[in-house]
């Protein structure tokens, strides 16, 4: 609105962020440093109290040791990182087998699958999750993780993409260079057109992980050739590159340019990925923990598996959220999941026809949890069918809807961990895309099959050839839109997941009197989600232009966040044009004539 809101919050922000970095390095340098005298402090007789004093001191000092030499890590970093960009990359670059995210995923222990087998991608996995034990062993056996470099961090959210474009834009207009970088999904910074034309959010990550895993399963060397302006990818006989854009190298290249400040919006850091063949998604990913400021949609930040997907840290960090007027109503919808009937009925079609095609490879465990999936969508089925047929729209509680549906002895948390930890829902919709619209096709082939009369069976000789034609690109459309359309399997398991609140946070509504009957969970305690955010960081500010009325949001804290009300401060401004310069005029009629 040119009000200089933005301006305002990064100015102030970016500030306090220098100021306490300076002031931090002082305190710790002070501290580790200051006279070991002082430590020696203490009555001759009370040797015990001087020992335990000198103990406290010394484990502060080591603490503000260990906190000053992270610092000159992320220095030494930040310095390699502005090294490498002010130096000639114009090379050759080699591929590297990226590293599998999947490893941490459940070890496979069925017999192993041949290379030929086409089933491969989509059977099931072994799966164990009752052995507590043998998790902690695999755990305890793992090795020390290196030491992860962060920094404290200002956390910017908005609504859109577009608004985080440019507040990234007004941080241009002053004179600080933080490192920036914008948090999005797939659809906002994958830049793999095979991948970008699927369009579905869960169809992308899919793809993406699937085009990456298979990358990372065979050596293969990319060489970049040509000059600046064109580009080309050669492959070597080792097989064909599924992602010319997931290469180690040029990911590390491009985290390196946004934290030397030489890339500063997401315009720039998708043309630079583009035209040296990096991942922006991944790059962001590595560069996140040592940028001073985040760009991110609310999803992101609201969203607690989002978060933790992302790696986004709120400790110690400054959270601001503009256009908070509506945040209650955002986290509302972003925790609110919807399913219909023709999703449950196809996701329980899919799911017994995947038992009947690999029940042999299904493991005792693998068929509990698969069996009871199928009793869950049974259930969701035919009570919301039930209730179409009477035409009868209802509202349950989360316990009402339990006994409904009768499920009381389903684990819904060890079904939703056993849907995650095998990829179950991907591996369904792999089988449906595979085998189910083949059988379907089937079906409505043999079906077709009518007797015709003779004159009927001439006039479809003379258009045999444009009906057969006209089929061909009407079966193509149907299967690209399959392709591209989201598993019902995903609705099915997000609507899942919202069974798990709290009993009062949330009502189920059975719409069933429409033409299209479904379940829709509807979160009624915003403000439950907020705790975590509130309590993780160190400053949570609510910017917006119209904050009135505020009532709901101060209650929403105090209540329920449990925040103390003197922690709760408000600062509000008037409009950059005065009263006195405003002029109301009634017009008796508009520009038509009309009253």
């Not at 103390?564 to 005065?578: L, Q």
């Amino acid at each position: 609105t040119g009000t200089g809101k933005s301006l305002s919050i990064i100015c102030a922000t970016l500030s306090w962020l220098r100021d306490h970095e300076l002031k931090k390095r002082a305190q710790l340098e002070q501290t580790v440093h200051k006279d070991k005298n002082d430590e020696n402090k203490a009555d001759d007789d009370d040797w015990i109290g001087a020992y335990r004093k000198k103990l406290d001191a010394s484990k502060v000092v080591d603490e503000a040791a260990k906190q000053l030499a992270t610092l000159d890590k992320v220095a030494a970093r930040l310095k390699e990182a502005r090294t490498k960009t002010s130096d000639s990359r114009h090379r050759k670059m080699k591929r590297k087998a990226p590293n599998n995210d999947s490893a941490d995923r459940i070890a496979d222990e069925v017999p192993p699958l041949s290379d030929d087998d086409p089933d491969k991608d989509i059977a099931p996995v072994d799966y164990n999750s009752d052995d507590d034990a043998a998790e902690k062993r695999a755990q305890s056996a793992k090795p020390e993780e290196e030491e992860k470099l962060s920094c404290t961090k200002i956390f910017y959210c908005s609504r859109t993409h577009s608004q985080l474009e440019q507040f990234a834009q007004e941080i241009q207009k002053t004179k600080f260079l933080p490192r920036a970088v914008t948090l999005g999904s797939r659809q906002a910074l994958c830049v793999n057109d095979a991948v970008r034309r699927l369009g579905s959010v869960q169809l992308m990550n899919e793809r993406c992980l699937e085009m990456k895993e298979k990358g990372a399963s065979t050596n293969k060397v990319v060489v970049m050739t040509g000059d600046d302006d064109k580009k080309k990818v050669q492959r070597t006989r080792g097989g064909v590159c599924k992602c010319e854009y997931y290469r180690s190298e040029a990911m590390e290249d491009l985290s390196d340019q946004l934290l030397s400040v030489q890339l500063t919006d997401m315009s720039q850091l998708l043309k630079w990925g583009r035209d040296n063949l990096a991942c922006p998604y991944f790059a962001s990913r590595i560069s996140l923990p040592l940028c001073e400021i985040v760009l991110l949609p609310y999803q992101v930040l609201l969203h607690e598996k989002t978060r933790q997907a992302w790696g986004v840290d709120l400790s110690d960090s400054v959270v601001v959220v503009d256009e908070a007027h509506n945040l209650l109503e955002a986290i509302a919808a972003v925790y609110s999941c919807d399913v219909d009937g023709g999703q449950l009925a196809s996701s329980q079609l899919i799911v017994q026809e995947y038992t009947q095609r690999f029940r042999a490879r299904l493991k005792a465990s693998n068929l509990l949890y698969v069996r009871q999936l199928l009793t869950v969508l049974a259930a969701l089925n035919g009570l919301l069918t039930s209730y179409a047929k009477r035409k009868l729209a209802t509202v349950f509680t989360l316990p009402q809807f339990i006994l409904q549906l009768d499920l009381g002895d389903v684990n819904i948390f060890k079904l939703l961990n056993y849907l995650d930890k095998t990829d179950l829902c991907k591996k369904l919709h792999g089988f449906s895309m595979r085998y189910h619209t083949t059988i379907a096709r089937t079906e409505s082939d043999g079906n077709s099959k009518v007797k015709v009369s003779g004159v009927h069976k001439l006039l479809q000789k003379q258009t045999d050839q444009p009906v057969q034609d006209k089929q061909v690109v009407n079966e193509e459309k149907q299967q690209q839109q399959q392709r591209t359309a989201p598993s019902p399997m995903y609705h099915v398991r997000s609507f899942l997941e919202t069974m798990t609140n709290k009993c009062e946070d949330g009502r189920v509504i059975v719409s069933a009197d429409g033409e299209k009957p479904s379940f829709r969970f509807l979160l009624l305690n915003p403000a439950e989600k907020l705790k975590d955010v509130l309590k993780k960081a160190r400053s949570v500010v609510l910017a917006g232009g119209t904050m009135e009325p505020s009532f709901q949001l101060t209650d929403a804290f105090t209540r329920v966040c449990q925040v103390p009300p003197e922690r709760i401060k408000r600062f509000s401004c008037g409009h950059m044009v005065d009263d006195s310069q405003l002029l109301p005029i009634v017009l008796g009629r508009g520009a038509s004539g009309a009253k």
